[in-house]
C-alpha cells in the first residue's frame, strides 16, 4: 500500500491539466490512440490546430473509431474547413450514430452545403436525438440564413427549452430579435 501510495502522489505531479498529461504521457508511452487524442483535444481547446490535427490524425492512424474522428472534425471545423470536416463527422458515422457526429455535421450544415438538403439531414437526426439543443439550434440557424425567420423562432424556442447554456440563449436571443448577422442568401 506504501509503494501505491508513493506512486499515487508521484503521478499527481504528471497532472496540471489535460495538456501536461497528454505531454508527459506520450513521452513515456509511444504510439497509444487514446493519449494522441486527447493530446489532439487539449491542443484544440488551447487553440492550436495545427498542432491538434497531427494529433488527431495520428490517433486515427493508430486506431480508427467515432472519437478520434469527431476530434479531428471539429478541428477541421474550427479551422473552416468544411468540407474535411464533413468527410471527418461522415467517417465517424460509420463507427455507429454517435450524437456528437450528428451534431457536428449539423455544425457544418449551416456554413457548408446545399441548405435545403441540410435541413432535411438535421430534421432526420433529430428524429433520433429529439432532445439536442444543439440540432434544434442548427436548424434554426439554417431556416434563419434562408430567410425563413418566423420558423427559426419556433425552432430557436425549442432548442432554448432543452438547453439554456450561454450559447444557446446567446443565440436563441439573436433569432428571436432577429440581430444575428448571417448572410440569408
Same mark, same amino acid.
Given at each position: 500500500?506504501?509503494?501505491?501510495?508513493?506512486?499515487? =502522489?508521484?503521478?499527481?505531479?504528471?497532472?496540471? $491539466?489535460n495538456?501536461?498529461? *497528454?505531454?508527459?504521457?506520450?513521452?513515456v %508511452?509511444? &504510439?497509444s490512440? *487514446?493519449? #494522441?487524442s486527447l493530446? *489532439? @483535444?487539449? /491542443?484544440s481547446?488551447?487553440?492550436?490546430?495545427? #498542432?491538434?490535427?497531427?494529433?488527431?490524425?495520428? %490517433?486515427?492512424?493508430?486506431?480508427?473509431y467515432s472519437?478520434? +474522428?469527431? $476530434?479531428?472534425?471539429?478541428?477541421?471545423?474550427v479551422?473552416? &474547413?468544411?468540407p474535411k470536416?464533413? #468527410?471527418?463527422? /461522415?467517417?465517424a458515422? #460509420?463507427?455507429?450514430?454517435?450524437?456528437?457526429t450528428?451534431?457536428?455535421l449539423? *455544425?457544418?450544415?449551416?456554413?457548408?452545403?446545399?441548405p435545403?438538403?441540410?435541413?432535411k439531414?438535421?430534421e432526420?437526426?433529430?428524429e433520433k436525438?429529439p432532445? %439536442?439543443?444543439?440540432?434544434?439550434?442548427?436548424?434554426? =440557424? /439554417? $431556416?434563419?440564413?434562408?430567410?425563413n425567420?418566423s @420558423?427559426?423562432?419556433?425552432?430557436?424556442?425549442?432548442?432554448?427549452s432543452?438547453s439554456?447554456d450561454?450559447?444557446?440563449?446567446?443565440? +436563441?436571443?439573436g433569432?428571436?430579435?432577429e440581430?444575428?448577422?448571417?448572410?440569408?442568401k
Open positions: 500500500i506504501l509503494l501505491l501510495s508513493i506512486r499515487t =502522489f508521484v503521478r499527481g505531479f504528471d497532472w496540471r $491539466n495538456l501536461s498529461l *497528454a505531454t508527459h504521457d506520450i513521452k %508511452s509511444r &504510439d490512440y *487514446a493519449l #494522441e493530446m *489532439a @483535444q487539449a /491542443l481547446v488551447k487553440g492550436r490546430l495545427q #498542432e491538434a490535427k497531427i494529433h488527431a490524425e495520428k %490517433s486515427i492512424d493508430l486506431y480508427p472519437i478520434n +474522428y469527431i $476530434n479531428l472534425g471539429h478541428i477541421y471545423f479551422l473552416e &474547413d468544411y470536416a464533413k #468527410e471527418a463527422y /461522415l467517417k458515422l #460509420e463507427f455507429g450514430e454517435y450524437y456528437l450528428y451534431e457536428g449539423a *455544425a457544418v450544415s449551416v456554413f457548408y452545403g446545399d435545403a438538403e441540410n435541413i439531414f438535421i432526420l437526426a433529430l436525438f432532445q %439536442s439543443a444543439r440540432l434544434w439550434l442548427d436548424l434554426a =440557424f /439554417l $431556416n434563419y440564413k434562408i430567410g425567420i @420558423q427559426a423562432k419556433i425552432l430557436a424556442k425549442k432548442a432554448y432543452y439554456k450561454g450559447v444557446t440563449t446567446f443565440f +436563441y436571443r433569432i428571436m430579435n440581430t444575428l448577422d448571417f448572410n440569408r
